[in-house]
Nanobody
Framework: QLQLVESGGGLVQPGGSLRLSCAAS????????VGWFRQAPGKEREGVAC????????NYADSVKGRFTISRDITKNTVHLQMNSLLPEDTAVYYC???????????????????WGQGTQVTVSS
């Protein structure tokens, strides 16, 4: 069974950091493009970051550029999202998604994804 599981969410103060992880089971993530999305209450889901299956392309939403970094850990079959300088407006449920041989377009939402995780809550509050 192909599955993605996110972890690493939690409560953090403004200016703090969190590292989210997206672990795959049943398949090898390094053949897949991976995206991170988030959805806050009452808002639409938005693309946050992506990395192409080759790793050659990475893109970020303007709202997180310079603060968030997406990376692969091939040995652990995991993709991470390092989030620094967190703001209250980063509060949302964060989801990872994967697509076989997927790309990473500048407009992250344009890449369709077949596999999705269940999400992990990130709350930024003092």
């Amino acid at each position: 069974q192909l599955q993605l599981v996110e972890s690493g969410g939690g409560l953090v103060q403004p200016g703090g950091s969190l590292r989210l992880s997206c672990a795959a089971s049943g398949f090898t993530l390094d053949n897949y493009g991976v995206g991170w999305f988030r959805q806050a209450p009452g808002k639409e889901r938005e693309g946050v970051a992506c990395i192409s299956s080759s790793g050659a392309s990475r893109n970020y939403a303007d709202s997180v550029k310079g603060r968030f970094t997406i990376s692969r850990d091939i040995t652990k079959n995991t993709v991470h999202l390092q989030m620094n300088s967190l703001l209250p407006e980063d509060t949302a449920v964060y989801y990872c998604a994967a697509e076989y041989l997927g790309g990473c377009p500048r407009s992250i939402w344009r890449q369709p994804y077949d596999y999705w995780g269940q999400g992990t809550q990130v709350t930024v509050s003092s």
